[in-house]
């Protein structure tokens, strides 16, 4: 279930500390350790899945945890008019997509727009 040699493993084995911000049976959410918004969290599935791509059949009430528990989340942040935040949800999938991190993962992001510097979806 959880990999030994894996960070986020260690972390959910709380073998390592990290600012926890939420957590249930299924799922953990972090601060990231070098947060580029004012919000930024890691959200983690507690089972070493390395990314979507190996994410099989079973998992698949993983993701709905994580969905779950993003919006747990959103219910605690309001922006300055006491609206739930605006946020982005990142997964990096494989090497080529930017993933450093080899446990499948999302960044919660808020408080910043990724979107002024010149990138567009
Ligand atoms: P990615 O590049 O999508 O795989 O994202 C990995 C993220 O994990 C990066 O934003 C890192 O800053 C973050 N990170 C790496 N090590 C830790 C750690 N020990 N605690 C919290 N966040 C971490
Ligand atoms: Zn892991």
């Known amino acids: 279930m959880l990999d030994s ?10 073998e390592i ?3 926890i911000i939420k957590e249930n049976e299924h799922v953990m959410v972090i601060e990231d350790i070098h947060p580029k918004a004012p919000v930024h969290y890691l959200v ?7 990314n979507i791509n190996y994410l099989q059949e079973s998992d698949f009430n993983l993701v709905t945890e994580m969905v779950k528990i993003v ?3 959103t219910k605690n942040i309001q922006d300055s ?4 935040v605006d946020f982005n949800l990142i997964s990096n999938n494989g090497e080529g997509a930017g993933q450093s991190v080899f446990h499948m993962h999302w960044h919660f992001i808020s408080g910043k727009n990724l979107y002024l510097d010149g990138f567009k979806l």
Request: hydrophobic share 35%; glycine share 4%; net charge positive.
């Open 17 to 19: 500390p990290a600012k």
């Open 71 to 73: 919006q747990e989340i």
């Open 44 to 50: 983690l599935p507690k089972k070493h899945v390395i």
């Open 81 to 84: 008019t006491g609206k739930q």
């Open 5 to 14: 040699k894996c960070i986020f493993c260690k972390i959910i084995k709380k």
